[in-house]
């Protein structure tokens, strides 16, 4: 993965959630907004679960969804803040389900760590899940320190949890792979995902984590810089309003669209701003979405 040069400068994009009362400022789909019929989209990011698959299961529609987007030759990327299995994995993982994907299009908040810690000559501290340690493995030692913290599952324990926050209060650098408050798990239900940990340590500490997956500005940037398209020119495609859809507009994208798959829990899209440009009901719906305002749309092919 090759970072932006400025990465570290170009902020975190974290959604601004809108105060109880507060009135809702919509997207394109909102009657207050302006609407263009054509939109110039040269490049879609998609997040993986949730969107795609939940747990190991493909949601109806998404292959074909997928072959749609790559027929109508628009640049695909995958971003995913998933931190409990490594890309390999995650690759494999879908190609059992039927989706083949290059490594080079799929992103990671750990590569984007491994890149950190090696320019700025950084040891890893690491709280993560022990299935992801394979991804900091091979890394040169260093002096300085840097905590990094993604989603522990089960190792977040006390002792954990402590020898972090000890690292931290001693001048270690603060890096989250992602701060997501939750997840659809494996068996359907929502769990806790690492944002409720990283602001514990925050808390804590009296230190703020370096965001690097999803919101962070340079995620999105790294992603749209391997495929030479603009921010105004792309779409995310989501089922977090805050971390994938609000983070996205925020980074400078020029559409995202929330589906309400996955995470995805009646009204939230209005708990965020700004908000999603437009709220759909899957991937299917969101590609035909891209397709319709593009110029692209296939005669017949179901309307969100």
């Not at 628009?74 to 931190?83: D, Q």
């Not at 810089?225 to 994938?244: F, L, Q």
Request: glycine letters at 10%; charged letters at 20%; hydrophobic letters at 50%.
């Amino acid at each position: 993965m090759q970072l932006p040069n400025n990465f570290a400068s170009m902020g975190e994009s974290r959604a601004w959630h809108r105060p109880p009362g507060q009135a809702y400022r919509g997207g394109f789909d909102d009657p207050a907004v302006a609407w263009h019929d054509q939109v110039m989209i040269r490049g879609v990011l998609l997040d993986l679960s949730g969107v795609i698959y939940v747990g190991t299961h493909v949601l109806p529609g998404a292959k074909d969804a997928l072959s749609r987007l790559r027929d109508a030759g628009l640049a695909i990327r995958f971003l995913t803040n998933s931190t409990r299995v490594p890309k390999k994995d995650i690759l494999a993982r879908l190609r059992q389900m039927g989706i083949v994907i290059a490594g080079e299009e799929l992103f990671t908040p750990a590569e984007v760590a491994r890149e950190l810690l090696a320019h700025r000559k950084r040891s890893p501290h690491l709280l993560i899940h022990p299935d992801l340690m394979e991804d900091f493995q091979g890394l040169a030692a260093h002096a300085a320190r840097a905590v990094v913290i993604g989603d522990a599952g089960p190792a977040f324990t006390f002792e954990a949890l402590n020898a972090a926050f000890r690292e931290l209060v001693a001048g270690a650098d603060f890096l989250a792979l992602a701060s997501n408050r939750y997840f659809r798990d494996d068996d359907g239900g929502l769990s806790l995902d690492a944002g409720a940990f990283v602001a514990a340590l925050e808390f804590a500490s009296r230190r703020r984590a370096e965001i690097l997956g999803k919101p962070s500005a340079g995620f999105f940037a790294a992603a749209l810089a391997s495929m030479s398209c603009d921010a105004a020119d792309a779409v995310m495609i989501g089922d977090d309003a805050e971390m994938d859809v609000s983070g996205a507009l925020v980074a400078g994208l020029g559409c995202a669209l929330l589906v309400r798959t996955g995470k995805y829990l009646p009204g939230a899209e209005k708990d965020v701003d700004p908000g999603p440009t437009a709220v759909v009901d899957d991937l299917p719906a969101a590609v035909q979405w891209i397709l319709d305002r593009s110029g692209q749309a296939s005669p017949g092919a179901a309307r969100a």
